[in-house]
């Protein structure tokens, strides 16, 4: 490899992880101001314009404050815990394709850091790995809280990763291909949502459980386990686990844009113009969906995951193997 390809990549890496980086910080801000004005309130208003450097005024705070460690806490685990669930969450970037590509210095360059044959498989993967900094700081904080929410959103992570893949496996199906960039190139004439619609809700539903998000949120229960696996944490390795959750809404609205929206195909505007729009349309709903619904009991959220959705991604499956022999033929 060259001196200017290394250049392209590095520089590839560098740019995406910064846009990510503040798109994390400043997705807390519209939550915020949107859930406000879904209420009848303001939201942040006074630090900067409409309350725009009120995430950068979060992140200094939480920089300075008290860093607490439990006294009786495994402090190898409580301290590690963090880091896996926001660096799981960062990992999946390597592999979204968030345009096609672009000429640069008479190269042909994708907007995405890799292009890889087994794409999807890697980020199963690399997002099931998040579930293990969640159980580990519920257990290593020595607090009954703490380890209540751990075990829920284990149960729950682990109950809605299998509905998550069998949404998935209709996809892999339809465009015959693990590569995400391929998947993207199959849709050009005929988005996913429309071939795939029960795995587009499924994928949907099971992304909300993934984030932990409402009505989804059992795991950070307040009115029953405080702040749930989080709750002896303070500053920065308490920051961390809200950027991997909000780096996980992100991950979660790429990846329905680019597997049943087209990803960045759509006509006039630049691709990366259409992935931005689509990308933030589901982050949009996540936060919508947080000012509308109650959360589900623990028990009814268990039941619909294992006697809902996975049959549905079953029968799912099934269909779509029956009408891609059908036009095919036998």
Same mark, same amino acid.
């Given at each position: ?7 392209? $990549? ?5 740019? &995406?992880?910064?846009?990510? @980086? ?14 406000? +004005? ?7 208003? +006074? %630090?900067?314009? +409409?309350?725009?450097?009120?995430? &950068? ?18 402090? %190898? ?6 880091? $896996? %669930? =926001? ?23 994708? /907007?995405?850091?890799?292009?890889? !044959?087994?794409? $999807? ?13 969640? %159980? ?5 904080? !020595? ?20 509905? =998550? ?7 892999? @199906? ?9 998947? /993207? ?26 984030? !932990? ?35 996980? &809404? ?7 844009? =680019? ?5 960045? !195909? ?12 689509? =990308? ?21 959220? @268990? ?28």
């Amino acid at each position: 490899m060259d001196l200017i390809g290394l250049g392209i $990549i590095t520089g590839r890496v560098l740019l &995406i992880f910064a846009v990510f @980086m503040g798109v994390v910080a400043y997705i807390t801000w519209a939550e915020r101001k949107i859930l406000g +004005h879904m209420q009848s309130r303001h939201g942040p208003l +006074h %630090v900067g314009w +409409h309350g725009l450097l009120q995430p &950068i005024a979060d992140g200094i705070k939480l920089f300075f404050k008290e860093d607490i460690t439990v006294s009786e806490a495994n402090k %190898v685990i409580y301290n590690l815990a963090p880091f $896996i %669930v =926001t660096t799981t969450s960062f990992l999946c970037l390597a592999v979204i394709p968030f345009s096609g590509t672009i000429n640069i210095f008479g190269r042909d360059v994708g /907007v995405y850091i890799a292009d890889i !044959n087994v794409a $999807i498989l890697y980020i199963l993967a690399v997002s099931s790995l998040g579930v293990y900094g969640v %159980v580990l700081a519920g257990w290593s904080s !020595n607090s009954k809280y703490s380890f209540l929410g751990g075990l829920r959103s284990s149960a729950q992570m682990i109950s809605y990763e299998i509905a =998550t893949g069998l949404a998935i496996v209709g996809v892999l @199906m339809v465009s015959g291909s693990f590569s995400l960039v391929d998947i /993207v190139n199959s849709q050009k004439g005929l988005w996913n949502i429309i071939l795939q619609p029960i795995g587009f809700i499924i994928f949907l539903i099971c992304g909300f459980a993934e984030c !932990n998000r409402t009505p989804f949120d059992l795991p950070e229960c307040e009115n029953e386990l405080v702040a749930g696996f989080h709750t002896e944490y303070s500053s920065m390795k308490f920051a961390l686990f809200f950027m991997g959750e909000y780096a996980h &809404i992100l991950v979660i609205s790429s990846l329905i844009t =680019t597997l049943y929206l087209g990803g960045w !195909n759509g006509p006039v505007f630049p691709g990366v113009i259409w992935f931005i729009i689509k =990308t933030s349309f589901f982050a949009f709903l996540f936060i919508w969906v947080r000012a509308t619904y109650p959360r589900f009991r623990y028990d009814q959220l @268990m039941k619909f995951g294992w006697k809902v959705l996975l049959p549905l991604g079953l029968v799912n499956i099934i269909i779509t193997g029956l009408i891609i022999a059908i036009v095919k033929g036998w």
